[in-house]
């Protein structure tokens, strides 16, 4: 029995394309018809779908027409040999998705960005590396940020992380403290604890403060960063707080 030919319709009702597609992958020469009518119709035999279908299930891989013209002329086995090195591109982009949707997960909930764990599998450099570097930029060379950058290298990622942690938590009290005012003993006595954490780290004296202290409330990063503990206004706070601080000194 002979095998009936497939319009057009029959292609897109059987496999869900558009006609608009099937066109195009005739025009490029990547999936011909078998036949062409008198008036110009296409048509196609049945074993013609097989390839279609492999043209359909490549490009769900991730592969561009121009790739997938380029694999159809391999053998099987080279073909096996292709796909077995996209599986790993693929699995590579799952986790990097993985990745991502845990931190837009994460920055939705409120976390900081600057605490994303984010680019770390991009061209882009990573933020805490970011941070790092627009530091070096502007306080590169002065002797404070040296101290800084000497003081790091000699502490181990856990003691790093246990400095960093302490800072948060003077953070943490001063948003929660029960007389708001800046120059309050209460405020005083945390700005004198922030104050320590950072000396752990390099010299402060009243210029590097009233420069942290700007950065704190200039800089919309740190504005968000601060958000995170539930007061909006900690930025402008703790600004007020330094600098009372600084003319007490």
């Known amino acids: 029995m002979k095998k009936p030919l497939l319009a057009v319709k029959d292609i897109v009702q059987i496999t869900g394309i558009t006609s608009r597609t099937l066109h195009y992958y005739d025009r490029i020469d990547l999936f011909k018809p078998t036949h062409l ?15 279609l279908q492999t043209i359909l299930f490549l490009k769900e891989l991730d592969f561009s027409l121009k790739e997938i013209a380029d694999i ?4 099987r ?8 090195k996209q599986s790993q591109t693929l699995l590579s982009k799952k986790q990097r998705l993985e990745t991502i949707m845990v931190a837009l997960e994460e920055y939705v909930s409120g976390k900081d960005i600057s605490h994303l764990e984010i680019f ?27 101290v800084f950058n000497e003081t790091l290298d000699k502490l181990s990622p856990d003691e790093k992380e246990e400095r960093f942690q302490s800072m948060e938590e003077v953070f943490k009290q001063i948003a929660s403290c029960v007389d708001p005012h800046p120059s309050s003993d209460e405020v005083q ?19 590097l403060l009233a420069c ?7 800089d919309a990063r740190f504005n968000n960063y601060f958000n995170q503990y539930g007061n909006e206004n900690l ?4 600004h007020s707080a330094i600098m009372h601080h600084i003319s007490q000194s």
Do not use: H
């Not at 942290?212 to 200039?218: G, L």
């Open 37 to 51: 009518t008198e008036k110009g119709y296409r048509l196609y035999d049945r074993s013609s779908l097989e390839k």
């Open 72 to 75: 159809l002329k391999l053998t």
């Open 77 to 84: 086995q080279e073909q096996k040999q292709l796909l077995k």
């Open 120 to 146: 770390n599998s991009s061209s882009v450099v990573p933020l805490k590396e970011q941070y790092a570097n627009e530091a070096r930029f502007i306080y590169g060379e002065t002797e404070a940020y040296k």
């Open 189 to 207: 006595r945390l700005i004198e604890e922030w104050k320590k954490n950072l000396m752990q780290f390099m010299p402060c004296d009243t210029e």
């Open 212 to 218: 942290i202290a700007d950065t704190y409330k200039f």
């Open 235 to 238: 930025a402008d706070f703790l």
